[in-house]
């Protein structure tokens, strides 16, 4: 039997089990998975779904247990939930109403206890740091473990002495029954209070024993950090004085002292120099040492090993071994670094980085019925549905696009890693790491007008900067290049294909990404999965992405093959599961993936591979032999108040925060969509509507120029033969924003991209748009005459 719980939520301290539960007199008994903890005793279908979906929880803390006979036992709090169980055997049944009857006396102990405490509890005095906060903290929770367990032994004890009791007293009244027929049952009793009396006395034996164990594994602990507690407190009054002059530093260089520059660019000057000769100058230099040396963590920074294989050659960890953290410490130096690149537009003073805002606007709560508007566009592009800024989220897909980097790190440190494996591995990464925003994004992008834009630029803070343009219309596909000063380049080009299918609706990017490193010359590249947004008639919305990916090495031929699973109800597995394999141009195994790509990913050597049994569909499976699992990348966290504001991450809410500057063909610039993320959406779809007929009429335009290029000279080109023109559909003659289909060759072959060029890649065989450049010099200029006028 396992051991009670007590009612303290400590690891290792609950009761679980499979019972059979009356659910109707259809199915009658079904088997559920039951889990008593903290007073609360909670079932599920599967331990599957332990995760995210419990089917019902009652509290035992006012519940009454009930024996009906050798195996079944009704459980109720008064009529508003009655659960009738049964257990496998009677010896199960009774472990499960032992562990009841614990779990309910306790949990009517502490609701009495928090009851009389009330506010007369003393305040915990406050920790003199967050160390000590941390360790009075850990002390505090032993001790209430600790009670507890004390607590455990009293309600077991009381258990012994009631169990005892009966089972004294069905003894006596055995001696004096005569033989006949009640001889049975009352043998049956006598068992059954013997098997109740053992099983708490197991109970009473396992709540010593770990009681003994946790007060000797705690005093061992205790013992060791008062020994190091005077260690602890020294190195955190040296750090704080570290701090303290480094703060004292930053502070006279930002107010233009001259102190900073020169003990920087030559710390040996810095202490050789400074008449004064006192001791806090001198540290002062030496702080500057250590942080100059600080500048290229992959000097410093190491990954052991582990032991059973002593050691890796001609691989360098440095890259992985930035997670500890020591990569963020030198980031905070990255721009005095910079001052020193010709390409970056820092001088050598220190200037404040910009504050980007942290909210917008909340959204509004206006109802708008979406299967009204969607009926009549079953089996449409997505692209080609009129639709109202109700179902919009205020960015362009230009900038969902941008979003894309929010972890530029991963490329940061991929850049550092000398193995094109290891390098492999943040690479692909990096392409679960783009899906993260969407899991709750269910709102719908605003399309992009051709020859839109949108730069990001977080070369100050970032140390990359991004470009963006819509390069064709019909259909839809924007460019994207973003380039970094850490040594990678990333550019893509993305189509959408989409259907609408009633129920759920269905988008298939198109084209790829590619991502290009400098010192090795690597270059790797990729597509997107389908998303696919569920429940679009009746209940709540919500999205899983689907698919494969493989992310290929055109260099060294390595390849990360990268499965998504689709959410199944059925499946036991991690909802929005995802696992890859990393293997090199031979097919060998060298890391694994696994993860989900809402939360976290991470990655694990592979020592050895063998073939396993064979699957549910006679594939033989590859058992993979690895060392322990490291995280590679983890979800930041939203912003408080996410689900008012779109759940827009803190990139995203930036996004749309104007600049002075962009070109006047910036998404931010807008207005239908500034004016929905200021709420005003009536306005917003009136204006959306103005831009989108101003769309058309500069689509028409481009087909009579078109016309009149195919037209001989002397063929007359009058308004009737433009109209009567193939190039003109029936569709555009209706007004409505699905007038927008005509012939493809008229929108994109009249149409040049201002800012990309499309070429094909000779290394993976693509053909897609690459910068061209200019767009930044532009920038600095102030010269954006070639813009036109979309908005």
Same mark, same amino acid.
């Given at each position: 039997m396992s051991e009670p719980k007590p009612p303290t939520p400590t690891p290792g301290d609950t009761y679980k089990g499979w019972l059979f539960k009356w659910t109707n007199y259809i199915k009658g008994y079904q088997r559920r998975w039951f889990v008593l903890s903290n007073g609360l005793l909670s079932y599920y279908r599967t331990q599957a779904e332990m995760g995210h979906t419990c089917r019902g929880t009652i509290n035992l803390a006012t519940a009454n247990i009930t024996v009906e006979d050798s195996c079944n036992f009704v459980i109720s709090n008064g009529g508003a939930q009655t659960y009738h169980l049964k257990a496998s055997s009677e010896v199960e049944r009774q472990r499960w109403i032992t562990a009841l009857e614990l779990a =309910?006396? @306790?949990?009517? !102990?502490?609701? %009495?206890?928090?009851?009389?405490?009330?506010? /007369?509890?003393?305040? %915990?005095?406050?920790?003199s740091g967050q160390g000590g906060g941390a360790r009075n903290s850990e002390i505090q929770s032993t001790l209430r473990t600790m009670g507890s367990k004390v607590e455990d032994l009293t309600t077991c004890n009381d258990l012994i002495v009631k169990h005892g009791s009966a089972l004294q007293r069905s003894l006596s009244e055995l001696e004096g029954i005569r033989v006949g027929g009640d001889m049975g049952e009352k043998i049956r009793q006598v068992t059954e209070r013997a098997t109740l009396f053992r099983i708490t006395s197991n109970a009473m034996i396992n709540a010593c024993r770990d009681f003994l164990s946790l007060a000797q594994t705690h005093s061992k602990r205790w013992q060791k950090s008062l020994t190091t507690e005077r260690d602890q407190r020294i190195r955190l009054e040296e750090t704080l004085e570290q701090l303290a002059k480094q703060h004292n530093h930053l502070e006279r260089a930002f107010r233009g002292a001259t102190v900073l520059p020169s003990s920087f660019s030559n710390p040996a000057l810095g202490n050789k120099g400074g008449g004064s000769g006192k001791g806090d100058a001198s540290d002062e230099d030496d702080d500057n040492e250590f942080f100059d040396a600080m500048e290229d963590p992959a000097e410093f920074i190491t990954v052991p090993a582990d032991p059973k294989y002593h050691r890796r050659s001609n691989s360098n960890l440095s890259g992985f071994s930035s997670e500890t953290g020591i990569d963020d410490q030198s980031v905070n130096f990255d721009d005095l670094s910079m001052a020193s690149n010709p390409e970056s537009p820092q001088t050598l003073e220190l200037e404040p980085v910009r504050q980007r805002r942290t909210h917008i606007p909340d959204k509004p709560n206006y109802y708008l019925n979406l299967w009204s508007i969607m009926k009549n566009c079953i089996g449409k592009e997505l692209s080609k549905i009129p639709m109202p800024v109700n179902f919009n989220e205020p *960015?362009?897909? &230009?900038? !969902? *696009?941008s979003e894309d980097l929010e972890y530029y790190d991963l490329l940061d440190k991929g850049a550092k890693c000398q193995s094109s494996l290891e390098q492999m591995c943040y690479v692909a990464a990096f392409t679960v790491s783009s899906y993260s925003t969407t899991v709750h994004r269910t709102g719908k992008p605003f399309n992009p007008l051709l020859g839109e834009t949108f730069e990001l630029d977080r070369l100050r803070e970032c140390g990359y900067r991004s470009l963006c343009e819509q390069v064709s219309h019909h259909p839809p596909a924007a460019a994207h290049h973003a380039l970094s000063e850490k040594g990678w380049t990333l550019r893509q080009e993305i189509s959408l294909a989409s259907k609408f299918r009633g129920k759920y609706l269905s988008i298939m990017p198109l084209g790829s990404i590619q991502c290009l490193f400098d010192k090795? $010359? $690597?270059?790797?590249?990729? @597509? =997107? #999965?389908?998303?696919? #947004?569920?429940?679009?008639?009746?209940? =709540? &919305?919500?999205?899983?992405?689907?698919?494969?990916?493989?992310? #290929? $090495?055109? =260099?060294?031929? /390595? !390849?990360?093959? *990268? @499965?998504?699973a689709p959410y199944s109800y059925f499946s036991r597995d991690v909802p929005r599961k995802v696992t890859g394999v990393v293997t090199d141009k031979d097919g060998k195994a060298h890391y694994v993936l696994s993860g989900t790509w809402d939360e976290k990913m991470e990655f694990s050597r592979v020592m050895q591979s063998s073939k396993g049994e064979n699957g549910t569909e006679g594939k033989q499976r590859t058992v993979y032999q690895t060392l322990k699992a490291k995280e590679i990348w983890k979800k930041n966290p939203l912003p408080e108040g996410a689900e008012t504001r779109y759940f827009f991450s803190t990139l995203a809410l930036t996004l749309n925060e104007f600049e002075e500057g962009v070109a006047p063909t910036d998404s931010r610039r807008r207005p239908d969509q500034r004016l929905m993320e200021d709420g005003r959406w009536d306005e917003a779809n009136a204006e959306k509507q103005r831009l989108e007929e101003k769309q058309r009429t500069v689509r028409r335009e481009r087909e009579r120029e078109a016309v009149k290029a195919v037209c001989s000279p002397e063929e007359a080109v009058t308004e009737d033969s433009i109209n009567d023109s193939p190039l003109k559909t029936d569709a555009q003659e209706t007004g409505t924003e699905a007038s927008e289909v005509s012939d493809e060759s008229a929108h994109q072959d009249n149409h040049q991209a201002l800012w990309f060029e499309k070429i094909d890649d000779p290394v993976s065989g693509e053909t897609l748009h690459i910068y061209k450049g200019g767009y930044w010099e532009a920038k600095e200029q102030g010269n954006w005459e070639i813009c036109p006028d979309i908005f």
């Open positions: =309910k006396a @306790k949990a009517v !102990r502490m609701q %009495a206890e928090s009851d009389d405490s009330g506010d /007369d509890c003393p305040s %915990a005095p406050p920790s *960015l362009s897909m &230009l900038q !969902r *696009l090795s $010359n $690597n270059h790797y590249s990729w @597509k =997107k #999965v389908t998303t696919t #947004v569920h429940n679009i008639i009746v209940g =709540k &919305l919500w999205i899983d992405q689907s698919g494969e990916i493989d992310v #290929v $090495n055109h =260099k060294t031929g /390595d !390849r990360c093959h *990268l @499965k998504f």
